[in-house]
Structure formats: C-alpha cells, structure tokens
C-alpha cells in the first residue's frame, strides 16, 4: 500500500501532504502585508479552490504561528545565554560605532590641520 487516500489529502498516488509549501508561504505573505484573515481565506479559495488554505481557521492558525514566531526573534531570547549573547552583540555594535565616529573626526582634524 504506497499510498492510501486520506480524507483531508489534496491528491491521490503521491505522498500525502496535508497543506502544499506555497500555499503556507502565500498565505504568511499576504498576512504579514496587513490583509484580515478572512480576506485572505476568501481571495486564496476564491483563486484557487483546490490548492488554497483548508478554512479560516487555518488562515488564523498561520496569522498566529507568524506573530509567534516573529515576536519571539530578536527581541525575546528563549534563555538566559541567548540573552547574555544578545546584550554583548548590541554593546560590541555600539562600541564599534563610537570608535568609528571617533576615527571620523580625527582624519577630519588632521585633514584641516594639514590644510590651515
């Protein structure tokens, strides 16, 4: 038995596959540019009706794995180490920074001094 019909299966005679890669992609691209959930639901199944989201509850169900996922990125570290890490980054891009601005403004007074 190589493949056996699933209710909730798109094909038969390929691996089953419950929701396509691009159908996951288009619908987080269109919720991350502002679109509502349903608007999405209605545009997607309305476009395409065999390869679009299964209902409005997947729709949400991605709005929030998104929302999740994003929010819990750079800002929030899942553990006192990340964090740890996370704080030394900033404060090492910080420092660069001010030696950078610092080595701006000497070759400027130099660049004067030669000059006056």
């Known amino acids: 038995m190589a493949s056996a019909q699933h209710g909730l299966s798109k ?5 089953y596959v419950r929701t396509k890669h691009k159908v996951l992609t288009d619908t987080e691209e269109q919720l991350t540019s502002g679109k509502r959930p349903r608007d999405v639901y209605q545009q997607m199944s ?3 009706p ?3 989201p299964r209902d409005v509850c997947h ?3 991605r709005r929030a794995a998104t929302q999740r996922h994003t929010q819990w990125q ?5 553990n006192l180490a990340d964090e740890v890490q996370l704080k030394n980054r ?20 130099l660049f004067w001094a030669v000059i006056m």
Do not use: M, W
């Open 90 to 109: 900033q404060q090492t891009k910080a420092a660069t920074r001010h030696i950078l601005v610092y080595l701006v403004l000497c070759q400027c007074f």
């Open 46 to 48: 309305a476009s395409q």
């Open 11 to 15: 094909t038969t005679g390929q691996e």
């Open 74 to 78: 750079p800002f929030h570290p899942a």
């Open 50 to 52: 065999d390869n679009g």
């Open 59 to 61: 729709v949400y169900n």
